[in-house]
Nanobody, 121 residues
Framework: QVQLVESGGGLVQAGGSLRLSCVAS????????MGWHRQAPGKQRELVAR???????VYADSVKGRFTISRDNVKNTVYLQMNSLKPEDTAVYYC???????????????WGKGTLVTVSS
């Protein structure tokens, strides 16, 4: 069984910073891309940032220059450093990862349960 557990969410004032972490654990053979999505109240879930196993990154236009995604392949952990936070960044942030549990199994997408980030104005 594979689990993704996020941490680091909370309440912060506009202009502040938070660092989210997500650890993948369980029966893991390999992890391909890892990423962060978010869902604000009344809105659809959207991609925030994604990072491949080789370190290539993709960001949503709304967070470019403010957020940085990184990963530690030894610790099976992905991070999201969020700076210059805005009230519109308020959302539940979800971690996801493309994980293979065995050499002969195709990788599939796993999701964490989310961590709430609230940015006050």
């Amino acid at each position: 069984q594979v689990q993704l557990v996020e941490s680091g969410g909370g309440l912060v004032q506009a202009g502040g910073s938070l660092r989210l972490s997500c650890v993948a654990s369980g029966r893991i053979f390999s992890i391909n891309a890892m990423g962060w999505h978010r869902q604000a109240p009344g809105k659809q879930r959207e991609l925030v940032a994604r990072i491949t196993s080789g370190g290539s990154t993709v960001y949503a236009d709304s967070v470019k220059g403010r957020f940085t995604i990184s990963r530690d392949n030894v610790k099976n952990t992905v991070y999201l450093q969020m700076n210059s936070l805005k009230p519109e960044d308020t959302a539940v942030y979800y971690c996801n990862a493309d994980i293979a549990v065995h050499l002969f199994n195709a990788p599939r997408d796993y999701w964490g349960k989310g961590t709430l980030v609230t940015v006050s104005s």
